[in-house]
Nanobody, 123 residues
């Protein structure tokens, strides 16, 4: 099992940027696919971005494509989500998730979750 702790959330104006970090602990992090999900008030949690254990494959939700970038540093056991050109509709709690095996965008296929970090984008 991998423990995940997110950080980097906060309040930002529309058009601004934030970088979220997800620190992982566990001996098998380098073999984990990782992902970011988010949940806005009154809405279901939704997929944002995912990256394979090797780092070669990346997937993005259409709503963030071209604005967000997922990356990982296996040596530091950290996953990042660079968010640019933020919009008020990006306001949500952002969660980091991980799983062994292939990358997926399906929430229920992730085994390990962080506690979430709040991102608020003001208009």
């Amino acid at each position: 099992q991998v423990q995940l702790v997110e950080s980097g959330g906060g309040l930002v104006q529309a058009g601004g940027s934030l970088r979220l970090s997800c620190a992982a602990s566990g001996r098998t992090f380098s073999s984990y696919a990782v992902a970011w999900f988010r949940q806005a008030p009154g809405k279901e949690r939704e997929f944002v971005a995912a990256q394979s254990w090797s780092g070669f494959s990346r997937y993005y939700a259409d709503s963030v494509k071209g604005r967000f970038t997922i990356s990982r540093d296996n040596a530091k056991e950290t996953v990042y989500l660079q968010m640019n050109s933020l919009k008020p509709e990006d306001t949500a709690v952002y969660y980091c998730a991980g799983r062994r095996g292939i990358t997926t965008i399906k929430e229920y296929e992730y085994d390990d979750w962080g506690q979430g970090t709040q991102v608020t984008v003001s208009s």
